[in-house]
């Protein structure tokens, strides 16, 4: 079984982009963080070249507002349907970001779809016990995280909110690929899925 990738994506030298895989194999859960004044994007192809992968879920917009490409119905030019029912930022506030995020989507052979790691931490209650605050608060947020839920994966060790963030972003995408996941926005314009 090919695994699934969640991907927390950053700046581009910023070292802050992160990849959670899980193989679908064993109960394994691996991180991969890129470096400092590294390409993240050069880092996210080289990595996902080394990683059986048949879903990935990207935490970046990867779509425009409707209007830009002229889809009937649409005229706000800041922001998607599924920014506003996920109280996002624009993709166009975004700019580099997303044009960035667009095309590495472009380049990657297998299904990409776009995530949300806030909106998970929402849907698993985890913003109460400080989802992103403190590095203290990782611990504790992985403990809720885990404990009502069937995972066939072993709770991970993150380092920081970035791995946290891909870790949530890979769950996403686990919910997605079990038809289990939310999902905000209408499929003409892009989608959000949490």
């Known amino acids: 079984m090919a695994g699934i990738v969640g991907i927390d994506y ?3 030298l910023a070292g802050t982009t992160v990849l959670c895989h899980y193989d679908g194999v064993d109960s394994a859960i691996s991180f991969f963080q890129s470096q400092k004044k590294a390409c993240a994007d050069t880092f996210v192809l080289n990595t996902l070249g080394q990683l059986n992968t048949l879903i990935i879920g990207m935490d970046a917009p990867l779509s425009l507002p409707g ?4 889809t009937e119905g649409y005229n706000d030019y800041h922001y998607r349907k599924c920014d506003i029912e996920a109280k996002a ?3 166009m506030f975004l700019g580099g970001l997303t044009a960035r995020a667009m095309k590495l989507k472009s ?3 297998c299904e990409v779809i776009e995530v949300y790691p806030k909106q998970v931490a929402i849907h698993f209650g985890l913003i109460e016990f400080g989802y992103k605050s403190e590095n203290q608060a ?5 403990e809720i995280l885990f404990k009502e839920n069937n995972f066939p994966f072993l709770i991970p060790s993150c380092e920081n909110w970035h791995q946290f963030d891909a870790l949530l ?5 686990y919910r ?3 038809n289990q996941a939310t999902s905000l926005g209408e499929q003409k314009e892009g989608m959000i899925y949490f």
Do not use: R
């Open 10 to 12: 950053g700046s581009k």
């Open 67 to 70: 209007v830009y490409s002229g």
């Open 89 to 91: 930022m624009s993709p």
């Open 107 to 109: 380049q990657i052979s």
């Open 138 to 142: 990782i611990p504790t947020c992985l």
């Open 169 to 173: 972003a890979m769950i996403a995408c």
């Open 176 to 178: 997605y690929q079990n």
